[in-house]
């Protein structure tokens, strides 16, 4: 295991290093001069000189790219032009309110999306598998912001039963904190529950076609059984595959639900620093989820291996 755990490490060296050039790459590859936007139209030369300086913009790019290389390898990822404190700090305020609706989003959706695809699965071209498709048909294809501003109207401001906007923190109480994100995860939640449904549901069928389930069926074993205990454990590995990228897709696809229910989130955080032209802080933070995406992979790679040990040895 710690031998896998090295090997995958040492293989996330070089995207990190290439996360870490686009994302220094993001500053010149957007129009317009990042001084001037900065400082402001009205400014005069010497001020835009002054930005252009204090920004580090006015050496080659070599020696930009070295120099943000430089400051990463030693913690730094920048300071924000508008809200006075480091990126780190920035981002480290608001990942709580992130993990939290990451975290409650998937824990609705793992166990609904399995349960859904391996019903479906299980009943093949039958009334159930065509509902259950046309479920998650539906919540992969309607807008998260649609349903988001539908939500508000019906359950915050007709019936009340949870806040339309603002985080409480967990620290404050369970209920409060859960009162707060529950509306936020399950509208985040429809398109993952859709997708895993579907993709629980083609690795099942892929399973189910295998020798040694006719096999456990000939003996007798019941079918929930069978499915329970051999199909969907063989099927594992393309549900942790899943499970991951609805996880990132969860952290990125949080700017939208963060907008609507104004929680003070990174993808708020994020919105933000565009309109306000934070450059420094856009960079950061895109470097920062860049790792943290490496990171969750590489979870996943481990999950692999425990889930399935045939990947041990491959």
Known sequence: MIRII???LLQAVPVILIISILAFLLLSLLPGDPAVIIAGEQASPAAIAHVREQLGLDRPYVEQIAIWLFNLAHGNFGASLILNQSVLSAVGERLPVTLSLAALSLSFTIPTGVFLGSLAACYRRRWIDAAVMTIALLGVSVPAFWVAILGVVLFSVRLGWVPSSGFVPLSKGIGPWFASMVLPALILSLFQIGFLARMTRAAMLDVLSQDYIRTARAKGMSEWQTVGKHALRNALIMIITTAGILLSAAIGGSVIIEQVFALPGIGRMVVQA??????????????????????????????YSLADPRVRHE
């Open 6 to 8: 090295a090997v995958k």
């Open 274 to 303: 565009i309109m306000a032209r934070d450059y420094p802080l856009v960079q950061g933070t895109m470097l920062i989820l860049g790792f943290a995406f490496v990171i969750i992979n590489l979870f996943a790679d481990v999950l």
